[in-house]
């Protein structure tokens, strides 16, 4: 054995010991005073002489492969230890998989990784490359489920499926509180009111994207002190802020998660021409001591739940993931509980003075309401609830939209889309604009005729549709929905077209649905005069249903 191969064998003495080739290069320069090239060379033998291991094909940062003990192998654990210091993204990748139960989804794993949504510069690693070579080492695997792409350990994927479906649920509680949380942010000047972007339910893993990288959400401000600039001046718009969110609620928020973040700053920072500043907001309901520490040294701006909404929002948060697993969870449901938690939610929101802050979630409990009376009304029906249904335009672009129930009444053979509004009785939805969310047109001009396409290649059942509010109609909005519960082809067979607070009582004292009367009382409806039938006759905004 020549003295060099005795050399790097003492070297490589401990299975805890791993080398990339530009120190091992230096390493044998140092002790025997030869050139580089000759190094490599001692090196390439030696790997060939099967003495030591290499990585090869596979690299850890600047395109070098890692040396180790003829016996070791790159099980997770070696990798993390190289990749720390080599290629932290995917030392971070790692430890978020490990920390949630060994599934992510792709787009928390582009956050994590701060890798851009398209390559831009040759150095730097997208997701796809980082996961080929996590991949090539049996560690990890890619599955999808309901269109949603993600990254499980391979020591887990035998557990996969149930994985995925409770990773949604989590995944739909982070987005349920992005939109309170952005109006929060807007209610006390952090954020401008004017351009906001940000991820939400119906696609999860479809971030706000800005400058090639994912973001919860982005939005500006000129909030910065005191402003000397006049309102209408142009110069103060384009000193706005870039403010860039990351949000997370259904776990703590830790370290990967803060380098993940900067990494995504650092990028747009260093890429951008303008001189517009960042803020980076981070917002969480835990975090551990190292990420604290982190963001304060960076001078990042933390947003605690329990600061923000008080210290029964843990309460809360924790009864919203009971039910929507209630609701997912297979077998038999028992709809009282699910009643029972949605009543201990709302007057934890009313006993804290957050109800009125927290509508998007005040919403969404309407929604698991419902979901109790549509399972009455259609027992032994299917059920889907936020399914979104999507397709590609002949332009190439893809379109889809969610809906909150689709049912599939077998025993009367038809499709009911439902599409559920939990607004304060005071609130009036408007008839139009068909392409603005939260009016009539929307849902049955929109979304209920696209679904219609979509589910007549699946189905011969006919698609008809159900709009159910706790508020209430404007007057032009009512003699089109009256006109349109005369019609079959979109007119349940079991009920009404339209619902709004009123007619919902109605329906749920019929139904003998108490206790859910009682909670629509006590947080959305107040009942009031019932309005006259209006005349239907010379209605130009019936002409433009599209049933």
């Excluded at 995944?171 to 952090?190: E, G, R, S, Y």
């Amino acid at each position: 054995m020549s003295r060099y191969e005795d050399y790097i064998l003492k070297i490589f003495s401990s299975e805890d010991v791993y080398k990339t080739g530009n120190e091992l290069n230096n390493m044998l320069q140092r002790e025997f005073g030869i050139t580089s090239p000759n190094s490599r060379k001692v090196i390439s033998r030696v790997c060939d002489k099967n003495l030591i291991r290499s990585s090869k094909p596979i690299t850890f940062g600047n395109g070098q492969y890692v040396y180790f003990k003829n016996s070791t192998n790159l099980n997770i654990n070696v990798v993390k230890k190289i990749t720390r210091e080599n290629r932290p993204p995917v030392y971070h990748l790692l430890n978020l998989l490990e920390s949630s139960e060994g599934i992510i989804s792709y787009y928390e794993g582009l956050k994590v990784t701060a890798s851009p949504i398209k390559k831009e510069k040759e150095k730097s690693s997208t997701l796809g490359e980082i996961l080929s070579m996590l991949i090539a080492l049996n560690l990890v695997e890619i599955t999808n489920d309901r269109g949603i792409t993600y990254i499980v350990l391979s020591k887990y994927k035998d557990d996969s499926l149930y994985l995925m479906k409770n990773h949604r649920r989590k995944m739909d509680l982070d987005c349920m509180f992005i939109p309170d949380i952005k109006n929060w942010l807007v209610k006390h000047n952090f954020i401008d009111n004017n351009y906001i972007v940000y991820r939400n339910k119906s696609l999860p893993t479809k971030g706000a994207e800005h400058n090639n990288y994912v973001w919860d959400a982005y939005a500006y401000t000129n909030t910065t002190g005191y402003n000397t600039l006049l309102e209408n001046n142009k110069e103060r718009d384009d000193k706005k802020t870039l403010v860039v969110l990351d949000i997370i609620v259904n776990r703590t928020y830790m370290s990967c998660d803060v380098q993940g973040f900067l990494r995504r700053v650092q990028a747009v920072r260093s890429s951008s021409k303008m001189t517009r500043k960042l803020l980076p907001i981070v917002v969480y309901q835990e975090i551990t001591s190292h990420a604290y520490s982190q963001l304060k040294k960076l001078g990042f701006i933390m947003l605690n739940l329990g600061t923000v909404y008080g210290a029964n929002i843990y309460p809360i948060i924790q009864s919203v993931k009971d039910i929507k697993s209630e609701i997912r969870s297979e077998g038999h449901l028992l709809s009282e509980e699910i009643i029972g938690n949605v009543e201990y939610t709302l007057s934890k929101m009313n006993d804290s003075g957050q109800i009125d802050n927290l509508g998007n979630l005040k919403g969404d409990l309407f929604e698991s309401l419902m979901y109790t009376v549509v399972k009455r009304l259609h027992n032994d029906s299917s059920i889907e609830q936020g399914k979104v249904l999507r397709r590609k335009n002949p332009d190439g672009s893809s379109e889809y939209y969610e809906y909150d129930l689709i049912v599939r009444d077998y025993r009367n053979e038809e499709i009911i889309i439902y599409e559920f509004k939990g607004y304060n009785s005071t609130k009036v939805i408007p008839l139009k604009p068909y392409d603005k969310p939260n009016t009539v047109k929307w849902f049955f001009n929109k979304t209920l005729p696209f679904a219609r396409e979509e589910l007549k290649k699946q189905s011969i059942f006919p698609v008809k549709g159900c709009y159910i509010t706790t508020a209430t109609f404007s007057e032009e909005a009512l003699k089109v929905l009256k006109n349109l519960n005369t019609h079959k082809n979109i007119k349940p067979e079991t009920h009404d077209v339209y619902y709004d607070g009123e007619k919902l009582i109605s329906l749920l004292t019929k139904l003998r649905e108490n206790h859910t009367i009682e909670i629509l009382k006590k947080y959305f409806i107040k009942l009031h005069k019932i309005q006259p039938e209006e005349n239907l006759d010379s209605l130009e905004d019936i002409e433009d249903c599209p049933f």
